[in-house]
């Protein structure tokens, strides 16, 4: 997890409020993403970015958005939190071909 | 949908014992990669092998590719309870399949339980 936090690392939230994920680097690397774990579905990439102010969707990007405006940072946001949104939320970041995980964020919607 | 497909979902054996996990994938591929999953943890990254390798060693993992049959396997030999994990294959299809090399398809993974 070295040189990738990731905040909040829990967080319950209801159903209809808007949910701010943050990503953080210190390792200057060129892509970032943002998956989603579950039981039974494995990893799944929502959406991913390829340098600052360049995002593109993932397999699962409905409901999400995400911004990046610095190199070091890469927000996910869930305009209005659903219970299907129940998750674990994974950062990655990668300058190659290897891909390095954040900790993780365990996101309830109630 | 998934790219690559784990099998067993989940294997247990004993301290001492090889490991064998295989990697189903449906395209071609330019990269496939391993990583291990601890509990309540990221992925970490195990091992790389390129599309035009069959064979990769690092430490005691062994890692095969065959293209031709789109599958790959891991070997952990001499296993300890610390490699209790889930382990994950990760491709990246090749351009020709309409992929690229930064993006990865995770398969769901297995659950390896090392048994002291």
């Known amino acids: 997890d070295a040189g990738i936090t990731q905040s909040p690392r829990h967080k319950v939230t209801e159903t209809g409020t808007p949910v701010t994920l943050r990503c953080h680097q210190t390792e200057n690397h060129r892509y970032m993403y943002w998956y989603r774990q579950d039981p039974g579905h494995g990893l799944r990439l929502i959406h991913y970015s390829y340098g600052v102010k360049d995002t593109d969707k993932g397999e699962v990007s409905d409901g999400y958005s995400v911004s990046r405006s610095k190199t070091e940072d890469f927000l996910l946001t869930l305009e209005s939190a659903t219970s299907s949104q129940t998750s674990v939320y994974f950062c990655?970041?990668?300058?190659?071909?290897?891909?390095?995980f954040g900790p993780g964020t365990r996101l309830t919607v109630t | 949908s998934q790219q690559g497909e784990e099998d067993p979902q989940a294997l247990s054996i004993q301290e001492g014992e090889n490991a064998t996990m295989n990697c189903s994938y449906k395209t071609s591929i330019n990269n496939l990669q391993w990583y291990r999953q601890n509990s309540g943890r990221g992925l970490v990254h195990l091992i790389l092998?390129?599309?035009?390798?069959r064979e990769k060693h690092s430490g005691r993992l062994r890692v095969t590719l065959d293209t031709s049959k789109k599958s790959s396997s891991l070997l952990i030999t001499a296993s300890r309870a610390a490699d209790t994990a889930s382990y994950f294959c990760a491709t990246d299809a090749s351009r020709e399949s309409g992929g690229s090399n930064y993006k990865l398809t995770f398969g769901k993974g297995t659950l390896l339980t090392v048994n002291p």
């Open positions: 990655a970041i990668s300058e190659r071909n290897e891909q390095y």
């Open positions: 092998i390129r599309s035009n390798e």
